[in-house]
């Protein structure tokens, strides 16, 4: 299985709301990140999970909180959003390596709109 | 500054004629790797190919080869007998690891490649 899988796959919500998007992977890979990715806009790094433990916060704003309950799945937690953060979130995942290698694997992304 | 540059922005290419697509790179760190990645419409992001900064070989995968020229900091993606299904955004991205362990990609701002029948 060399799939990551993301749901839901569009998601609209109001500024109040709070509301999660789901990756998983079963590729045994020990590395998973979520990137942000605006419209005509390469995608940029949120986070990174390596071993199940937050290792990179992109100085990311407190309304995004990222959880990964182990080491197949990944959560982002969204609260009090603002229409700005309507983007694509792709979550990918790799194994972690101690040089430049390992490809990351991405799922089909989320496309968020905040109303 | 930047760490990945896309020079091109947009580009048309006849159908089966190779293209080449352009790619330079900034770091001090010794060791880093470098992907290739396609982006269609539906916004997947589908990795084609990787070089690292040891391989002492150009990286081949079918279709694809990367030209990878170090002293230039250069790292350019090629495609031969492109395919009308090779119309779609493509990413050059780069991954340092001064210390080890996990790292997120940085990516340039891409290049919408446009093959035409």
């Known amino acids: 299985d060399t799939e990551v899988t993301q749901t839901p796959k569009h998601l609209v919500m109001g500024m109040t709301n709070k509301k999660s998007l789901k990756c998983e992977q079963h590729m045994g890979h020990r590395a998973m990140y979520w990137y942000k990715q605006k419209a005509k806009k390469p995608p940029e790094l949120m986070f990174v999970y390596s071993y199940e433990k937050l290792s990179i916060n992109e100085s990311v704003p407190s309304r995004f909180s990222p959880e990964c309950p182990n080491s197949s799945l990944l959560n982002l937690h969204l609260h009090a959003l603002q229409p700005e953060d309507s983007a694509l979130y792709l979550c990918a995942s790799s194994r972690p390596t101690s040089g430049g290698e390992g490809e990351q694997f991405f799922g089909p992304g989320t496309r968020l709109t905040v109303l | ?117």
């Open chain 2, 1 to 117: 500054a930047q760490k990945i540059t896309q020079t091109q922005p947009g580009m048309f290419v006849q159908e089966k004629e190779a293209v080449t697509l352009d790619c330079t790179y900034d770091t001090s760190d010794p060791s880093y790797g470098l992907f290739w990645y396609k982006q269609p419409s539906s916004g997947e992001m589908i990795f084609l190919i990787y070089q690292g900064s040891y391989d002492q070989q150009n990286a081949t995968e079918g279709r694809y080869s990367l030209n990878f020229q170090k002293a230039r900091k250069s790292a350019n993606l090629v495609i031969s007998a492109s395919q009308l299904g090779d119309s779609a955004m493509y990413f050059c991205a780069m991954r340092e690891v001064p210390g080890g362990g996990a790292d997120g990609l940085t990516f340039g701002k891409g290049t919408h490649l446009i093959i035409q029948p």
